[in-house]
């Protein structure tokens, strides 16, 4: 079965420290997707990343980058020089990718508090 | 872009009512809608699985006759709540194939229930 794990449930850190999100997932697919969102207090799910399980490039992207570890199974996030607009919750999730359309499935969350 | 379009963005209602929520694919068909509730501090769930033109997929657990979904068009999805009580207050959020990520979710519709 497939799931998700973010045993990060908050982190509060000071402007411009570093921070790392820690993701681990569970599945018996060979061929899933991976992605991050971030949650603002308003609700709505803003994409971060997608990353399919054949492609174990580290990705950077401004100040976020995320570290893929097929063989230990996690998805890790970091952000650089965190900002107080970083301050949400952010989900990690995986989907699967066998014939059709498929569920995400989310892990519980981690709420960053990005403190001026 | 794709853009899901999802109205209310919050309702507050009286128990024993109904409440309907919309989900929209603007500029793609949208043939398959997934249905998520998110409740206080918590993480996403999926409710149902809705299918043009066919009956919803419903994860165990969730009431399909409270819980009642209509899948009309290729571009429309609604998700009912009927007899409403203030245990159903929660976030709900629809998500898409399709758009330049594999899915676009909507904006969420926060419901609170009195």
């Known amino acids: 079965a497939q799931k998700v794990t973010q045993a990060q449930t908050e982190i509060s850190v000071v402007e411009k420290e570093d921070v790392t999100l820690d993701c681990v997932y569970e599945t018996r697919d060979t061929t899933y997707y991976l992605f991050w969102y971030k949650q603002p207090p308003s609700g709505e799910l803003v994409f971060l990343i997608r990353?399919?399980?054949?492609?174990?490039q580290n990705e950077i992207s401004g100040r976020y980058s995320w570290n893929f570890q097929k063989s230990t199974s996690s998805f890790n996030f970091t952000i650089t020089a965190s900002q107080v607009v970083d301050s949400a919750v952010y989900f990690c999730a995986l989907s699967e990718a066998t014939w059709g359309f498929n569920k995400f499935y989310f892990g519980s969350g981690t709420k960053l508090n990005v403190k001026p | 872009g794709a853009v899901v379009s999802q109205h209310p963005s919050w309702v507050i209602c009286k128990s024993g009512t109904s409440v309907k929520i919309e989900c929209r694919s603007l500029d793609f068909q949208a043939t398959t809608m997934f249905w998520y509730r998110q409740f206080p501090k918590q993480s996403l769930m999926l409710m149902a699985t809705s299918n043009e033109g066919s009956k919803a997929t419903y994860e165990q657990g969730v009431e399909k006759d409270k819980f009642l979904i209509n899948h009309a068009s290729l571009t429309l999805s609604t998700l009912t709540v009927t007899s409403a009580h203030p245990e159903d207050s929660s976030f709900y959020i629809c998500s898409a194939p399709g758009g330049s990520y594999g899915y676009t979710f909507g904006s969420g519709t926060r419901l609170t229930v009195v």
């Open positions: 990353r399919n399980s054949f492609d174990e």
